[in-house]
């Protein structure tokens, strides 16, 4: 098996990194799959990545149909509405990749498509929009993690992604333990991405706060909990996976930029299915109960909900 097409949907802050890294390989071809004015600003403007343009075709989801490597990099807010697309450029060989956050993406894509099409993958990036566009450093990216869900676990697809990523600056590795890894990078977010949102500071908070760290340590208890009644031993992958992307403290994770830029947050897939997960388990969740709504409100401020002018009926307090 050789990978020799890539389409890449979603080309924001994640699928950046792999049009980045697979823009200058030559012997395959590399496309973004959009539709209608955002396809038409793409062709045109093309994708502004750390300080350069790239220019990635651009293929509508029927023009991708049956390419070898489909790499989905979407908001999960958007991976509902995008199933349609990804069963028109599934073929018969198409290999998918998830790089998006949570834990049931691969489930959600594989109800769709059927689950013999998805290789369990990860990202680790810390990428940033600015005016000029996304931006990343390439040295300290711990990047793509992939590999089967069960043996053999060096297959001809593993073994194909592993040549399409060799040279490219792409940093990369295969697991024996890619579900151990997935939940691994979900405590990460959980634990990290979400009590900075709240507070609005960089992750420097963390070390400077013995706040901060108390609860993050929380969330994190939480979300053992849960692994452990599933099965997950995250232990597997700690000496590997305990960490992300090495950053600055003023760093702010997606969450918080979310928030910063105005948008909805991927709260929903975070905290929200932890919390679900709970309540089926019998496992109290008041840690993460509490960040749920208390992102969920910062999106309702966000929204303008509570933008009093003064003039509104009296209320009681409570």
């Known amino acids: 098996m050789k990978i020799k097409s890539v389409a890449v949907l979603g080309a924001g802050a994640v699928g950046s ?24 600003r793409l062709k045109k403007n093309g994708c502004a990545i750390n300080g350069k343009t790239y220019h990635p075709e651009v293929w509508t ?20 509405g995008a199933l349609e697309s990804i069963q028109k450029v599934t073929g018969e060989h198409t290999v998918i990749m998830s790089l998006m956050n949570g834990i049931d993406s691969e489930e959600i894509i594989g109800r769709t498509v059927g689950m013999e099409h998805v290789l369990p993958a990860l990202i680790k990036v810390a990428s940033h929009k600015e005016e000029d566009g996304y931006h990343f450093d390439p040295p300290t990216t711990l990047g793509i993690i992939f590999g089967e869900p069960s043996a053999p676990f060096d ?37 990290s991405n979400l009590p900075q949102a709240i507070l609005g500071a960089g992750v420097g908070c963390y070390r400077d706060s013995v706040h901060m760290k108390a609860i993050s340590d929380g969330l994190k208890r939480e979300l053992e909990a849960v692994a452990q009644a599933k099965g997950i031993d995250m232990s597997k992958t700690e000496s590997s996976s305990g960490r992300g992307s090495a950053v600055p403290p003023s760093a702010r994770y997606s969450t918080l930029q979310d928030l910063d830029a105005g948008c909805h947050t991927e709260i929903d897939m975070f905290s929200g299915a932890l919390v679900r997960m709970g309540k089926e388990l019998g496992i109290p969740m008041p840690y993460n109960e509490y960040t749920y709504h208390m992102i969920k409100a910062l999106e309702e401020k966000n929204d303008g909900k509570f933008d009093y002018t003064g003039k509104e009926e009296l209320t009681w307090s409570k």
């Not at 989801?61 to 509902?80: F, N, R, W």
Request: net charge negative; aromatic share 10%; with cysteine.
């Open 17 to 40: 990194y792999v049009i980045w890294g697979l823009s200058e390989k030559s012997d395959i071809r590399l496309g973004v799959i959009a539709e209608g004015e955002r396809a038409e």
């Open 155 to 191: 297959s001809e697809r593993v073994k194909a992604v592993e040549e399409l990523f060799a040279d490219t600056g792409i940093h990369f590795r295969s697991t024996e333990y890619i579900q151990e890894e997935i939940w691994c990078k979900f405590c990460l977010n959980v634990c």
């Open 61 to 80: 989801p029927d023009e991708a149909h049956d390419v070898d490597l489909m790499v989905i990099a979407l908001k999960y807010g958007s991976l509902e």
